[in-house]
């Protein structure tokens, strides 16, 4: 008979409201027993009594948007997040270009030349001498624009611009020649004609995203736009016992039903569906009711046309499916919003439908989100990438309408945290110090919130947003035992100073999937 394993002398906040704090937590098989003090925890009987030596403790984090495999590719293959310069970029493209064979396609993500002292977008003619024989497809850090080659728009036979739904080929306004810079949909005129990774390809990038995400103390992640083949590379993970990570994967409409029954698990489900109603503020895509200051021509991209987006909706929404749509500008967020405010009608939102990113949104419609009973599952650390250039894009004047926070938790919207990883980096502590800190920012002050509710949002919030409350999200008996310990309490220090401290210990269904030397267990 396994014994319980006994964990005393912590700083354990539970993520109860009742009950926040505690010093001890019991797990019998990989489950939470007990969840007290230190004298009822000691009374078990068991050999394995682990001092936590004053720790801190948090429920496991729950990442509410990730493109998990997407960011285990970035961790094995081409990484050009850190490019300091365009010189810079291009370097690392050939650098890496060198070990490949002729033919072969160079695809990554995490390029953002608003970091750049040049300020500009890379063109085709800045990559084609590093990349003579092998066609190029970098997505921006955003993933709604991308770099193409000339190899590239060759071989998808893109010679000239022309008119894309939801889309957009940029041009050389001097000679209308296609740039490379492609926008939302037109990203996949070329995206399609690359094959895809051999499976050990696949599977060497899960298992470095794994184990990234232990190490960041990420124990679920919800995955959008999963792929069928990832998703089966999940299933044979999980049989062999070899997944450390929860996944709730959320394909897009045409993958929906492509995907193998799975057996009922806490630790692989399908969920839902993927949908866009717009672009990104990044790519100046989103759908706006005013134009961007830096581009006064333009209102964003709407995906639907009218009248189709609350066709979408009720078809997924009768099916029984949960919808997860980005939407990122003010006309899009009030689009979505009207027709949810039309397909559930004078229903509750049983299907715990989300808006994923929800980045500008009126104060008016936030009265309406919350009476539909929507989710949004919004990723803090965005705002501390886009602020650079957020003033030049949209003003000053609409900045109160960007990246809420603390309004959603005034309207009683539930929340959910996550990262958009690759698009930023896992690491869930960094999105709790963009939570946090954002009541010291110079526009929008009033957008902080407590470190305690930020840690909820990271846990229970996102539990609650895949259907798992009342199983995970929260150390307390009955929930499953899926916990982290840091090396220091962030409780008690600076937002400046908890955002790099390290996990010492990550525990999944009652197992350690992560442990420094620091953790002595």
């Known amino acids: 008979m396994m014994q319980p394993l006994v964990f005393f002398n912590g700083q354990i906040f539970t993520g109860s409201n009742a009950n926040a704090w505690v010093e001890a937590l019991v797990i019998e098989k990989n489950k939470i027993v007990f969840s007290g003090n230190n004298t009822g925890a000691l009374a078990y009987r068991s050999p394995q009594k682990i001092d936590l030596r004053r720790k801190l403790v948090l429920p496991g984090f729950n990442d509410a948007h990730t493109h998990f495999a997407e960011g285990g590719k970035s961790l094995i293959g081409l990484n050009v997040r850190g490019a300091k310069n365009l010189a810079n ?5 050939r650098d890496y270009t060198h070990r490949l064979k002729p033919g072969e396609w160079v695809a990554s993500w995490g390029w953002d030349h608003e970091g750049w002292p040049e300020k500009r977008y890379p063109v085709r003619e800045d990559v084609d001498s590093a990349t003579p024989q092998n066609p190029l497809l970098l997505y921006r850090s955003d993933g709604h624009v991308a770099l193409a080659n000339s190899l590239a728009l060759k071989t998808a036979g893109i010679r000239k611009a022309f008119p894309v739904r939801g889309g957009e080929i940029l041009v050389d306004p001097k000679t209308g020649e296609p740039t490379g810079i492609l926008r939302d949909r037109a990203v996949h005129l ?30 679920s992640i919800q995955e959008m736009e999963t792929l069928p083949e990832d998703f089966e590379l999940y299933l044979e993970l999980l049989e062999k016992d070899e997944l450390t990570s929860r996944v709730y994967a959320v394909p897009l409409p045409e993958n929906r039903d492509k995907f193998p029954e799975v057996p009922a698990s806490d630790f692989l489900r399908t969920g839902g569906v993927k949908l866009f109603a717009d672009g990104s503020l990044g790519a100046a ?30 078809n997924f929404h009768e099916k029984g499916h949960q919808i997860c749509i980005h939407a990122i500008g003010t006309r899009a967020n009030y689009e979505v919003l009207q027709a949810f405010k039309d397909v559930l009608k004078a229903a509750h939102n049983t299907g715990r ?22 989710i949004t599952s919004i990723q803090p650390a965005h705002y501390l990438g886009d602020r650079r250039w957020l003033v030049r894009r949209i003003g000053e004047k609409r900045l109160p309408l960007a990246y809420r926070i603390a309004s959603f938790f005034k309207a009683r919207i539930a929340v959910a945290f996550g990262t958009d990883w690759p698009v930023e980096d896992l690491n869930p502590l960094a999105g709790l110090f963009a939570a946090v800190v954002r009541s010291r920012d110079l526009y929008t002050p009033g957008e ?47 937002p400046e100073e908890f955002k790099d401290i390290p996990v010492v210990l990550t525990l999944v269904d009652g197992k350690i999937v992560h442990k420094t030397g620091e953790a002595r267990i």
């Open 89 to 93: 970029f291009v370097r690392l493209i």
């Open 190 to 219: 070329v995206a399609k004609h690359i094959p895809g990774l051999p499976r050990s390809k696949r599977k060497a990038a899960i298992q470095a995203a794994l184990k990234y995400a232990a190490r960041m103390g990420v124990t």
């Open 353 to 374: 439908h989300r808006i994923e990113h929800a980045q500008m949104i009126r104060k008016e419609d936030l009265g309406l989100m919350a009476g539909l009973g929507l």
């Open 448 to 494: 902080g919130i407590s470190l305690s509710a930020a840690v909820r949002a990271y846990t229970a919030g996102s539990a609650f947003a895949e259907f798992s409350g009342r199983k995970k999200g929260r150390l307390l008996a009955g929930q499953i035992a899926d916990f982290v310990v840091l090396a220091e309490n962030i409780f008690e220090m600076p």
């Open 285 to 314: 895509s989103a759908r706006m009711f005013e134009p961007f200051n830096d581009a006064p021509d333009s209102t964003g991209l709407a995906i639907y046309g009218p009248g189709e987006l609350k066709q979408v909706l009720q």
